[in-house]
């Protein structure tokens, strides 16, 4: 069973920037379309960003020209360089496949605020 470790978040303020990765276990991952998603309190989890295997990009609106996805398929990491963050923006950060087909992990919390 393919494991997904998120790390990297934590409290900014308004304006300030994160970087969030995502480490996956087993020998699949160069294979995934891989996505962040966000679950903000009281809402369903979305998607912010989907990476395919040979880099191609793609971002939800509401982060488009802030957010950066990338990843190092040797490394079996992704990442979400996140800038310019709004409040709007809290949520628990997770990753998976673009069809979310591997067990979640426990995400990490981002928070901002003033």
């Known amino acids: 069973q393919v494991q997904l470790v998120e790390s990297g978040g934590g409290s900014v303020q308004p304006g300030g920037s994160l970087r969030l990765s995502c480490v996956a276990s087993?020998?699949?991952?160069?294979?995934?379309?891989m996505a962040w998603y966000r679950q903000a309190p009281g809402k369903q989890r979305e998607v912010v960003a989907t990476?395919?295997?040979?880099?191609?990009?793609n971002y939800a609106d509401s982060v488009q020209g802030r957010f950066t996805i990338s990843r190092d398929n040797p490394k079996n990491t992704m990442y979400l360089q996140m800038n310019s963050l709004k409040p709007e923006d809290t949520a628990v950060y997770y990753c998976?496949?673009?069809?979310?087909?591997?067990?979640w992990g426990q995400g990490t919390q981002v928070t901002v605020s003033s």
């Open positions: 990476i395919t295997s040979s880099g191609n990009t």
């Open positions: 087993g020998s699949n991952f160069r294979f995934y379309v």
């Open positions: 998976n496949t673009y069809e979310a087909t591997l067990r």
